[in-house]
């Protein structure tokens, strides 16, 4: 009997840390760059080269803004992040629901 | 041969069981990234309650008005009505907007919110400047407190349920206040003021102690 076929990955969102910036952004929310570093509990270096990996990838926007006379960042998810993001849920699912 | 394929065939089983771990893992990482993030959003109770206040004020000084047949007066005040809502709510959506920007959380469902509020109030003013409503649906309490309706219903399916439920007594206040029509203004008022305000308090209390638990 033939095996069936591995599901293919998207290896650049498997990373977890860039699995949970894209996660945190699924719900469509603009989100600060120190909020981010919070919630994921990330060095401000490895946030801002996850970031920008997955900028150049067209998975997420970054947007510089003034607030307050500060300056911050703010990451939104893009269509082709959300497409993305629900193929691998998918993906993950029928793997972990696979006999 | 056969113990070759047996010894394959458990590697597989095992390889296969490995990433169902690894997948599942993925899965329930992203699950708690997911609930760290969306959070509820602030309910802005200081705007419902001051539209509460207003309408419940408000209504019945139309009413007053118009058995004492004071038409000049009563456009006024249906103006003045408007102008003090709108400011007092323009005042509260900016100082929102900037708390949330400071918070580092930008929510797309109150934006989806903002945009319902402003496209039906502009529908509301609209209607009041050409006087449209008059003969069409018996005045300006049912055509405002048929927007405001409207806008609970709508946060409510959006949003928290409590709204939704708001939204329905207004309905069902239009339609007491529509057969008797003699005390319309201080049914209309009195519903929609308790509608707005006491989903308000609602949906606060419940933000405030998810917030508590969230800490």
Known sequence: MPKPEKPKFDELILSKTRLGIISALIGGDKLEFTFLR?????????LSVQIRKLEEA?????????????PKTFCKITSKGQKTIRDLIRKLEDLVNSD | MENEDLLEDSKANQESFGGQKIAADDLKFMRSVIEKTCRKIDPGWPILITWGLI???????????????????LWRVQWLLVVI?????????TKAIKRERKAGLISKLSKQIYWIFIILSANGIIWTCLDLFRDHIGGFGFLWTAICGIELSMIGILYSREWLYGGIAIFAGIIAAYFTAQYAYVILGIVTG???????IIAQRNYSKQEQENA
């Open chain 1, 38 to 46: 919070n919630t994921l509990d990330l060095s401000d270096g490895n």
């Open chain 2, 194 to 200: 308790l509608a707005c305000i006491v989903p308000a």
């Open chain 2, 85 to 93: 809502g709108f400011s007092i709510s323009i005042y509260f959506v």
């Open chain 2, 55 to 73: 309408l419940m004020i408000g209504f019945p000084v139309l009413y007053f008005l118009k058995i004492r047949q004071l038409d000049n007066w």
């Open chain 1, 58 to 70: 067209g998975y997420i926007k970054v947007e510089k803004v003034f607030v307050d006379r500060k």
